[in-house]
């Protein structure tokens, strides 16, 4: 299986992304937009920011896991992984991200 975004409509109607590695799990995820359009944009962001190290804001949750956001050079996230059993199991998934965002074909699940 190839890496791949996928373009899909959660409950309450909105569009989302997620990006899912070659293994096919998912290694970032976005949040709803109303219009397609938004979320297509979303993605072609990713695409352009993935290999900018200093768009990866690392972080911990409340609950003290690992985790990040990928930002836009106007500071919006534009995808929040998932949370890592560790601080370096994280930087992986960074890693995992820049390797495969860049090249990752679209497979879009709203037609």
């Known amino acids: 299986m190839a890496e791949k975004f996928e373009l899909f409509t ?7 992304f997620r990006l899912k590695a070659g293994n096919g799990e998912i290694i970032l995820a976005s949040e709803g937009y109303k219009q397609k359009a938004s979320a297509e944009n979303g993605i072609n962001s990713v695409k352009k920011n993935a290999n900018d190290d200093s768009r990866y804001e690392r972080k911990d949750t409340s609950a003290g896991k690992p985790m990040f ?3 836009a050079s106007n500071g919006q996230v534009i995808g929040t992984s998932e949370q890592y059993s560790s601080a370096s199991a ?3 998934g960074i890693e995992s991200v820049k390797k495969n965002a860049p090249q990752a074909k679209v497979d879009d699940l709203t037609i």
Do not use: I, V
């Not at 959660?10 to 989302?16: I, L, P, S, V, W």
């Open 90 to 92: 994280r930087d992986k």
């Open 69 to 71: 956001n990928l930002k």
């Open 10 to 16: 959660d409950k309450a109607g909105e569009y989302r």
